[in-house]
């Protein structure tokens, strides 16, 4: 019934400062965190670390390096979801459908690109949070439910259980710190090729960002 939908609804919104609140301390956790991380590639500078939880066997990946631009620079990047495909490898088009607190938190519908022909592409319905942090600036996301955004005919629903960036100044004021924290439940059926092809190149998107802003990937 049209009320059960609003309860429902209501409900929804409320658990919605809960849920960013304990998964923002579990980002922060995970950024600080040094232990059982293993490095499993490297590239121009950019490390990418990986680690399971006995809580859940899905990989958390990590990548960490350094931007040759100031941190405002990098967070007005990433806080822009129209450049988001200047620097994401895997993006393919997303859309703000709401602002839950003005310029801070939203609600967001995105798609991902296709592995290949036998793979059905992946979407997404994200909460997505900007937070001072020890300095900084974090911006993560993610998954939830909201009639905004309803799954969609040809693709799979993804779950983003954590993903987002930690952005930290330097001695420097043009050298940022930039962290990516990213663990996805892609669903459905993917083949290991392209599980593994995610999980190496999601966290240089690094690199991405050093490009849209240096116009190098150095």
Same mark, same amino acid.
């Given at each position: 019934?049209?009320?059960?939908?609003?309860?429902?609804?209501?409900?929804?919104?409320?658990?919605?400062?809960?849920?960013?609140?304990?998964?923002?301390?579990?980002?922060?956790?995970?950024?600080?965190?040094?232990?059982?991380?293993?490095?499993?590639?490297?590239?121009? &500078? !950019?490390?990418?670390?990986?680690?399971?939880? %006995?809580?859940?066997?899905? =990989?958390?990946?990590? #990548?960490?390096?350094?931007?040759?631009?100031?941190?405002?620079?990098?967070?007005?990047?990433?806080?822009?979801?129209?450049?988001?495909?200047?620097?994401?490898?895997?993006?393919?088009?997303?859309?703000?459908?709401?602002?839950?607190?003005?310029?801070?938190?939203?609600?967001?519908?995105?798609?991902?690109?296709?592995?290949?022909?036998?793979?059905?592409?992946?979407?997404?319905?994200?909460?997505?949070?900007?937070?001072?942090?020890?300095? &900084? !600036?974090?911006?993560?996301?993610?998954?939830? %439910?909201?009639?905004?955004? =309803?799954?969609?005919? #040809?693709?799979?629903?993804?779950?983003?259980?954590?993903?987002?960036?930690?952005?930290?100044?330097?001695?420097?004021?043009?050298?940022?710190?930039?962290?990516?924290?990213?663990?996805?439940?892609?669903?459905?059926?993917?083949?290991?090729?392209?599980?593994?092809?995610?999980?190496?190149?999601?966290?240089?998107?690094?690199?991405?960002?050093?490009?849209?802003?240096?116009?190098?990937?150095?």
């Amino acid at each position: 019934s049209k009320v059960r939908a609003i309860t429902i609804a209501s409900h929804r919104m409320a658990a919605q400062p809960e849920k960013l609140d304990s998964s923002f301390r579990r980002f922060c956790s995970l950024v600080t965190d040094k232990s059982d991380w293993v490095e499993i590639s490297e590239k121009r &500078g !950019v490390k990418v670390y990986q680690k399971t939880e %006995e809580t859940n066997p899905l =990989p958390i990946l990590k #990548g960490e390096g350094i931007v040759k631009a100031s941190p405002q620079a990098v967070v007005e990047l990433l806080s822009d979801p129209n450049k988001r495909g200047q620097w994401d490898l895997f993006y393919e088009s997303g859309r703000l459908l709401k602002w839950i607190t003005p310029e801070k938190t939203g609600l967001f519908y995105t798609r991902t690109k296709t592995y290949s022909w036998a793979v059905w592409p992946r979407d997404a319905c994200l909460l997505v949070d900007k937070r001072d942090y020890n300095g &900084g !600036v974090v911006i993560f996301a993610i998954s939830t %439910e909201d009639d905004l955004c =309803p799954e969609c005919e #040809g693709f799979v629903r993804g779950e983003v259980l954590i993903s987002g960036f930690c952005i930290q100044p330097l001695s420097s004021p043009d050298e940022t710190l930039l962290t990516y924290i990213f663990q996805v439940d892609a669903k459905g059926w993917l083949p290991h090729a392209a599980v593994n092809l995610v999980n190496t190149y999601q966290p240089l998107s690094i690199l991405g960002v050093r490009k849209a802003l240096t116009g190098s990937t150095e």
